[in-house]
C-alpha cells in the first residue's frame, strides 16, 4: 500500500508540472522545471533530512525564491510541534503554492491511494492544519508578491475519484 500511494503522489508531482506547477527543488539539482534552493542558504540546506523530507524552515526558503505569479510545488514537508500534551509531527504530502486573485494562497495536500473518504486521514489533515498555523503565528511566511497569513493556507485530502479513476481533491 506504501509503494501505490508514493507512485500516486509521483503521479500527482506529474499532472502538477503538466499544468506548469514548477517543483521546488532543496537538493539544487538542475533538471528543468525546478526551482533550486540557494546554495548561498547553509542554514536551510543543513536542513534536508536524509530521508528526502525538507523542514518547514527549507519550504520558506524555497518558495522565497519563486517569481510572484510563479505557481510551484515541495512534496514531503516535515511538519512538528506542540498539540496540548502531545508532541506531533508528520509528512506533508505536497504544499502548492499559486496566485488567485492577486493574493498568494498555499494549498496543503495529503494524497491517499485509498478511494473511500476516511475519518483518520480528515483527522491527519487537521492535524497538520494546528501546526502549519503555529508556523505562521512564530514566522511569517514571506513570498514574492506578500505574505502568506493563516487564512490564505487551504487543507484537503487528494485520493483517486471512485469513478473516473483519476486524481481529485
Same mark, same amino acid.
Given at each position: !500500500?506504501?509503494? @501505490?500511494?508514493?507512485?500516486?503522489?509521483?503521479?500527482?508531482?506529474? +499532472?502538477? $508540472?503538466?499544468?506548469?506547477?514548477?517543483? +521546488?527543488?532543496?537538493?539544487?539539482?538542475?533538471? +528543468?522545471?525546478?526551482?533550486?534552493?540557494?546554495? #548561498?542558504? /547553509?542554514?536551510?540546506?543543513?536542513?534536508?533530512? /536524509?530521508?528526502?523530507?525538507?523542514?518547514?524552515?527549507?519550504?520558506?526558503?524555497?518558495?522565497?525564491?519563486? #517569481?510572484?505569479?510563479?505557481?510551484?510545488?515541495?512534496?514531503?514537508?516535515?511538519?512538528?510541534? %506542540?498539540?496540548? $500534551?502531545?508532541? $506531533?509531527?508528520?509528512?506533508?504530502?505536497?504544499?502548492? !503554492?499559486?496566485?488567485?486573485?492577486?493574493?498568494?494562497?498555499?494549498? &496543503?495536500?495529503?494524497?491517499? #491511494?485509498?478511494? @473511500?473518504?476516511?475519518?483518520?486521514?480528515? &483527522?491527519?489533515?487537521?492535524?497538520? @492544519?494546528?501546526?502549519?498555523?503555529?508556523?505562521? +503565528?512564530?514566522?511569517?511566511?514571506? $513570498?514574492?508578491?506578500? &505574505?502568506?497569513?493563516?487564512?490564505?493556507?487551504?487543507?484537503?485530502?487528494?485520493? &483517486?475519484?471512485?469513478?473516473?479513476? %483519476?486524481?481529485?481533491?
Amino acid at each position: !500500500l506504501q509503494m @501505490k500511494g508514493e507512485q500516486r503522489e509521483d503521479e500527482w508531482a506529474a +499532472a502538477l $508540472v503538466d499544468e506548469g506547477v514548477q517543483e +521546488a527543488d532543496p537538493e539544487g539539482d538542475d533538471d +528543468a522545471g525546478d526551482i533550486p534552493l540557494a546554495a #548561498s542558504d /547553509n542554514e536551510a540546506q543543513n536542513d534536508l533530512n /536524509n530521508d528526502g523530507t525538507i523542514n518547514w524552515a527549507q519550504l520558506e526558503t524555497l518558495l522565497s525564491d519563486t #517569481s510572484p505569479n510563479e505557481p510551484s510545488f515541495a512534496r514531503e514537508v516535515a511538519i512538528e510541534g %506542540q498539540i496540548g $500534551v502531545f508532541q $506531533v509531527s508528520g509528512r506533508v504530502d505536497f504544499a502548492i !503554492l499559486r496566485s488567485e486573485e492577486g493574493n498568494r494562497r498555499l494549498r &496543503i495536500v495529503e494524497t491517499k #491511494s485509498s478511494r @473511500k473518504d476516511r475519518t483518520n486521514q480528515r &483527522i491527519q489533515v487537521a492535524a497538520y @492544519k494546528l501546526l502549519i498555523e503555529q508556523q505562521l +503565528a512564530e514566522n511569517h511566511l514571506f $513570498v514574492p508578491g506578500g &505574505i502568506v497569513e493563516p487564512s490564505d493556507v487551504e487543507y484537503v485530502v487528494g485520493r &483517486i475519484d471512485e469513478s473516473t479513476n %483519476q486524481i481529485q481533491d
